[in-house]
């Protein structure tokens, strides 16, 4: 994983935006064949793509794995309401939720909704386990909705880039 710059932000240019959009979809594709496609030199590329890594634009390489390849039969979106939105009881909602592997997706909301979750795990009784560990056992949360996922319609990770 890459890490953060502590320097100023990287302005991307079209290039850059460029390379972005083709390693998104596959990030194994060779850089000669990238540089081919955005008219650059392969050095060109490398350099690029090393400075979007160091600057935290590329913040990691991964592989997707397809949930029903690994058994992870049930996807859950979970609304959670904490007791308050006080500092610390939103950062120990946080680190709560960033330490939970089953949580693939965690976003801290507006509009009533503190967080909505993104939660994978084999069956039932694993997603009730973790709904308690989570959920119903911490005095940070007030209640959680969940919804299952009947279909898995769209997962796409790659961001929209103009």
Not at 111 to 139: C, H, K, Q, W
């Amino acid at each position: 994983m890459a890490g953060r710059s502590s320097s100023p932000a990287r302005l991307l240019d079209a290039f850059d935006l460029a390379i972005l959009r083709i390693v998104q979809r596959d990030n194994k594709l060779p850089q000669r064949t990238i540089a081919e496609a955005v008219n650059l030199s392969t050095a060109a590329v490398q350099r690029r793509i090393a400075a979007m890594e160091a600057a935290g634009v590329i913040t990691r390489n991964v592989a997707i794995v397809d949930p029903d390849a690994v058994r992870l039969a049930i996807t859950a979106i979970v609304e959670v309401h904490l007791r308050d939105e006080q500092a610390a009881t939103v950062d120990e909602a946080k680190a709560l939720f960033r330490a939970a592997p089953e949580v693939q997706q965690c976003y801290y909301t507006t509009g009533g909704t503190s967080f909505v979750l993104i939660i994978v795990t084999p069956d039932m009784r694993a997603y009730d386990a973790l709904t308690r560990r989570l959920f119903s056992e911490n005095d940070c949360v007030e209640r959680f909705r969940t919804l299952v996922a009947l279909d898995r319609v769209k997962a796409d990770t790659a961001i929209v880039i103009p």
